[in-house]
């Protein structure tokens, strides 16, 4: 499968502190996607990173992309109670993405 | 803008019976998805549109499902008939010609077979 897998699969943190959840996959990509999900809503794009960027910044997220160990990760710095949510890493290959089974992340206020 | 406008929002049916889903995407989004998401787990593609043509179905099960996007535009997703096995959300999803590109989701229809 060249479905992506997200680590940990559940993460509980303080409001204010930094969340980082992994993705690793198994095929060579041609870029990498983030998506978060509210409960009981559609997916919403954060953030796209390509095969030939290592990082990328949006806002109080960051993400990294490491073709060599096939995997990256996303950054949420000083979390709210907001970002209680899903997060998917989709990994683009040729012109299909496939999507991760995804991080549960709870901010607690 | 209006987002990608997906009804109904939920649909409980019994087994055997057909179900029918329909999708809105937003306006000028030429590429069209429709993905399937078990309870914990993350969308799994079950075709996609490049206006009214279907160039991804090959994880569309051809036995019970169908889709068509009239004129290119909205689509509509059917079973026929369903199992339990069946349900999930169906997500609805739109993006333009580039490449790659964001995916803009609907909110989903929760579908549960008895």
């Known amino acids: 499968s060249q479905q992506g897998e997200e680590d940990p699969q559940a993460l509980s943190i303080q409001e204010g502190e930094n969340a980082t959840m992994n993705c690793s996959y198994k095929t060579s990509i041609n870029n990498l996607q983030w998506y978060r999900q509210n409960s009981g809503r559609g997916l919403v794009h954060l953030i796209l990173i390509r095969s030939n960027e290592r990082e990328k910044h949006s806002g109080r997220l960051r993400v990294t992309l490491d073709t060599s160990k096939k995997s990256s990760s996303l950054l949420i710095t000083a979390s709210r109670a907001a970002d209680t949510a899903s997060y998917f890493c989709?990994?683009?290959?040729?012109?299909?993405?496939?999507f991760g089974t995804g991080t549960s992340l709870t901010v607690i206020p | 803008e209006a987002g990608v406008v997906q009804s109904p929002r939920y649909k409980i049916i019994e087994k055997k019976q057909p179900v029918a889903f329909w999708c809105n995407p937003i306006s000028g989004h030429n590429t069209l998805y429709w993905y399937l998401q078990n309870l914990g787990q993350g969308p799994e593609l079950l075709i996609r549109y490049e206006n009214e043509e279907a160039v991804d179905d090959s994880q569309l099960p051809k036995d019970r499902f169908s889709a068509e996007r009239l004129k290119g535009v909205d689509s509509t997703l059917k079973i026929q008939p369903a199992e339990l096995g069946d349900s999930a959300v169906y997500l609805c999803?739109?993006?333009?010609?580039?490449?790659?590109?964001?995916?803009?989701f609907g909110p989903g229809t929760r579908l549960t077979v008895l």
């Open positions: 989709a990994t683009g290959v040729g012109n299909q993405f496939y």
């Open positions: 999803a739109s993006s333009t010609w580039d490449w790659p590109g964001e995916q803009f």
